[in-house]
């Protein structure tokens, strides 16, 4: 099943091959201009409930059906009017939750105009109060979590972990360019950004759609690390020296409710400390890269350790052509202490998969 919006709704039951007119027009009949008016600009369906369908117009207008298009209510009261419906957005977790974004920037209106409503439409809430004059161009609701919520304004990318109450910059690397779309790939974890004229971006979002109320009450928080794979190329020149060295990198997620100085510590699973380190961080949600490299004045120490444990890696433990040392196969605990919090998690790096053959 397609859909497709003129001035009216189209709907196709075999891919496009023909289509049916199911409503009258749902705009205000258009307007005089340079730049075409009485279309539909936004349609999006229920993902709990077939054939509830929303649909926003390009003067204003937003409609919903309840039958898969064949009847249609105006639902526009209480929203701004004459403004560009930019995105129409059906909950993902309650049937008669959907999401409004208005642009007013073709009529000289820079506000940031968001709403949802809880009710289908009968009434409209606006959200996003704290948002910069900016135009906004979408809204999307996160499919995980009910109160992450994304928005895309003409000058960048917004992020709410209170189902709008509060927006905050996502992501200050971004560039300061217009996002049209966005896209939450839930088997990933990523939400793709569409800009205007500055690419596709894709970020994960695993550790933001697990910022419930119960962990933003916490001090600090670590979530889980990837568990790397030894590599005996960590270190060494890549193929020439002009091109540098293989260095690993590790990201953490961390979050703090306060900004400050963290310390960053790397304990073997005996707890010998191997790395420590001074990191800043901010409010909110941090990704701090470690290098996987080992503190030179702990070498002896972990030395010792691995072979009073008779490991047969202890060999690997070796200076590298960039002059540092690198944790080698094992587990290890990752601990991070900020304003007198502790939290912390393990970790392990992989033994090589054997290429077959050798």
Known sequence: MV????????RSLDQGKEWDITSQDLTKGGKKGNVPYGTLTSIDESPLQFGLIYVGSDDGLVHVSKDGGNTWKNISSGLDADQWV???????????????ALNGY???NFESMVYSSDDGGSTWVQIGKNLPMEPVNVIKEDPVNENLLYVGTDHGLYVSLDRGETFSIMDK???????HD????STAGDLVIGTHGRSIYRASVKELEKL?????????????????????RWGNVRYVKWYGYFEPEMSIPVYTKDSGIAKVNV???????????????????????????????KLAAYTKELKKAKSNNVD?????????????????KLEVIINGQKTSTDFKIKEPKKRPGR
Do not use: C, W
């Open 316 to 332: 690997n433990l070796k200076k590298k052509d960039n002059e540092n040392f690198y944790l080698i196969q094992g587990d290890f």
């Open 173 to 179: 690397t971004l560039p300061h360019v217009p996002v």
């Open 86 to 100: 930019s995105r129409v957005e059906a909950s993902n977790f309650k049937k008669d939750r959907v999401y409004v």
């Open 212 to 232: 419930d109320n119960k962990l933003l009450a916490k001090s600090v928080h670590l979530f889980g690390v990837d568990n790397p794979t030894y590599s005996s």
């Open 106 to 108: 073709r009529f000289d």
């Open 182 to 185: 966005l896209v939450v790939q």
């Open 3 to 10: 859909y497709f919006g003129s001035n009216k709704f189209h």
């Open 267 to 297: 304990y073997s699973k005996k707890g010998t400390l191997l790395y420590s380190a001074d990191k800043s961080l901010e409010k909110g949600l941090n990704y701090m890269q470690y290098d996987l490299s080992l503190d030179a004045d």
